[in-house]
């Protein structure tokens, strides 16, 4: 399973751009940001000078949408950067919240976000493309090879926009870590993409969510989940138009629609806040079935549960408090203890002819591969 951040564009830039670099440090291998343009600074700026600061992080939005930007622009701006920095871009799109709906707008129909996942992923990986009834493509980018290009990544919540994430996207994105809703929602992209002719396994999984690493003390708890309560308020705004669509009680799992019954508006001035006005609607419950809130051996449970699902990627945001510990706690006790183990040293290989007396191989021990990238030394130790 690899890992990724998910940071908001809130000036100053550099501090974003500090964080993905120690993201990259830490092994993350992926940093995801907000883009609401209205709220936050404008992140395809910020990722530049977040490439140019790191070596091989992929950068990109979770999520964009095909509303408040124009899908040529998009897909501009990714062959950019990858002409800039090498194929380091990702696109994650939505039907658009936050940025859409600052400007008094709603979310965009599947039709559109469908065209649009075609249209950016063709251009933005040097390929021609038919848009409003003519081929376009960008004669400065060059084609990408499969392994290089920038993949678009749907996040979605309801059955129709799954069905859609397994028919054309190369990855899906679910906004909330609980193993049994995401068992539902993988099940239903796996069979969209099965009936459309596509390897199920080929669409990446990432799972994103706030994760806090705690001392296993109920204070610290408590606190973890004030820190990270106004994800189920974010959350609960795609809910609330998934309940509009199907009702309450449709096909939708309960676990996901039945909390936001005492939902009473939105601000999103605060969106993506911890210790927002708007969020205390959502339980204690909620807080731990869709965040990653414990001590760091909770935290391998639920990896485990989710690399079991199949997740290729867990995202953490990093809305809260903790930034720079929680990333120390996944590189130096989390990620560690999901990894496979391997031996020092192995036996030799029997020859075909053995010597007359027997050779004793040395004793093998038994190591724990590290992180991808080596935990920065001397950090603090975080209680397992």
């Given at each position: 399973?690899?890992?990724?951040v998910v940071?908001?564009?809130t000036?100053?830039?550099?501090?974003?751009?500090?964080?993905?670099?120690?993201?990259?440090?830490?092994?993350?291998?992926h940093?995801w940001?907000?883009?609401?343009?209205?709220?936050?600074e404008?992140?395809?700026?910020?990722?530049?000078a977040m490439l140019?600061?790191?070596?091989?992080?992929v950068?990109?939005?979770?999520?964009?949408?095909p509303?408040?930007?124009?899908w040529t622009?998009?897909?501009?701006?990714?062959?950019?950067?990858?002409?800039?920095?090498?194929?380091?871009?990702?696109?994650?799109?939505?039907?658009g919240d936050?940025?859409?709906?600052?400007l008094?707008?709603r979310p965009?129909?599947l039709?559109?976000?469908?065209?649009?996942v075609?249209?950016?992923?063709?251009?933005?990986?040097?390929?021609?493309v038919?848009?409003?009834?003519?081929?376009?493509r960008f004669p400065w980018?060059?084609?990408?090879?499969e392994?290089?290009?920038?993949q678009?990544?749907?996040?979605a919540?309801?059955?129709k926009?799954?069905q859609?994430?397994?028919?054309?996207?190369?990855?899906f994105?679910?906004?909330?870590?609980?193993?049994?809703?995401a068992?539902?929602?993988i099940?239903?992209v796996?069979?969209?993409?099965?009936r459309?002719?596509?390897?199920?396994?080929?669409?990446?999984?990432?799972?994103?969510?706030?994760?806090?690493?705690?001392?296993?003390?109920q204070a610290?708890?408590e606190?973890?989940?004030d820190?990270?309560?106004?994800?189920?308020g974010m959350?609960?705004?795609h809910v609330?138009?998934?309940?509009?669509?199907?009702g309450?009680?449709?096909?939708v799992?309960?676990?996901?629609?039945?909390y936001?019954?005492?939902r009473r508006g939105y601000?999103?001035n605060?969106h993506?806040?911890?210790?927002?006005?708007?969020?205390?609607?959502v339980p204690d419950?909620?807080v731990d079935?869709?965040?990653?809130?414990g001590?760091?051996?909770?935290?391998?449970e639920?990896?485990?549960?989710?690399q079991?699902l199949?997740v290729?990627q867990f995202a953490?945001y990093?809305?809260?408090?903790?930034?720079e510990?929680?990333?120390?706690?996944?590189?130096d006790h989390?990620?560690?203890?999901?990894?496979?183990?391997?031996?020092a040293?192995?036996?030799a290989?029997?020859?075909?002819?053995?010597?007359t007396?027997p050779i004793?191989?040395?004793?093998?021990?038994?190591?724990?591969?590290?992180?991808?990238?080596?935990?920065?030394?001397?950090?603090a130790?975080v209680?397992?």
């Amino acid at each position: 399973m690899d890992f990724g951040v998910v940071l908001q564009n809130t000036a100053p830039a550099s501090r974003v751009v500090e964080l993905a670099r120690q993201a990259e440090l830490h092994g993350f291998t992926h940093a995801w940001t907000f883009d609401s343009h209205l709220l936050w600074e404008e992140p395809y700026v910020v990722y530049s000078a977040m490439l140019a600061a790191t070596r091989n992080i992929v950068v990109g939005p979770m999520v964009t949408n095909p509303l408040t930007r124009d899908w040529t622009v998009t897909a501009s701006s990714y062959a950019t950067l990858n002409e800039m920095y090498g194929p380091r871009t990702i696109c994650g799109i939505g039907r658009g919240d936050s940025a859409v709906r600052t400007l008094a707008g709603r979310p965009s129909t599947l039709a559109t976000l469908r065209e649009a996942v075609h249209v950016i992923r063709e251009l933005a990986n040097g390929r021609s493309v038919e848009h409003r009834g003519q081929t376009i493509r960008f004669p400065w980018a060059r084609a990408t090879h499969e392994q290089d290009r920038t993949q678009v990544w749907v996040a979605a919540y309801g059955p129709k926009a799954l069905q859609l994430t397994g028919e054309v996207a190369d990855g899906f994105i679910l906004q909330l870590a609980d193993p049994d809703i995401a068992a539902w929602t993988i099940r239903f992209v796996r069979e969209a993409a099965e009936r459309a002719g596509r390897d199920p396994g080929s669409v990446k999984i990432c799972v994103a969510a706030p994760a806090y690493v705690t001392d296993g003390s109920q204070a610290a708890l408590e606190h973890a989940r004030d820190q990270c309560r106004w994800f189920g308020g974010m959350v609960g705004n795609h809910v609330a138009d998934i309940v509009e669509r199907y009702g309450a009680t449709g096909e939708v799992p309960a676990a996901l629609t039945g909390y936001i019954a005492g939902r009473r508006g939105y601000d999103y001035n605060e969106h993506g806040r911890a210790g927002n006005t708007h969020a205390d609607f959502v339980p204690d419950e909620i807080v731990d079935r869709f965040c990653v809130i414990g001590t760091a051996e909770q935290h391998r449970e639920r990896m485990r549960a989710l690399q079991d699902l199949g997740v290729d990627q867990f995202a953490l945001y990093l809305q809260h408090d903790a930034k720079e510990t929680t990333m120390r706690a996944y590189a130096d006790h989390v990620a560690p203890g999901l990894a496979p183990q391997v031996a020092a040293v192995r036996p030799a290989a029997p020859t075909a002819e053995p010597a007359t007396a027997p050779i004793t191989s040395p004793a093998t021990e038994t190591i724990p591969v590290a992180v991808p990238v080596p935990a920065r030394a001397g950090t603090a130790g975080v209680p397992a």
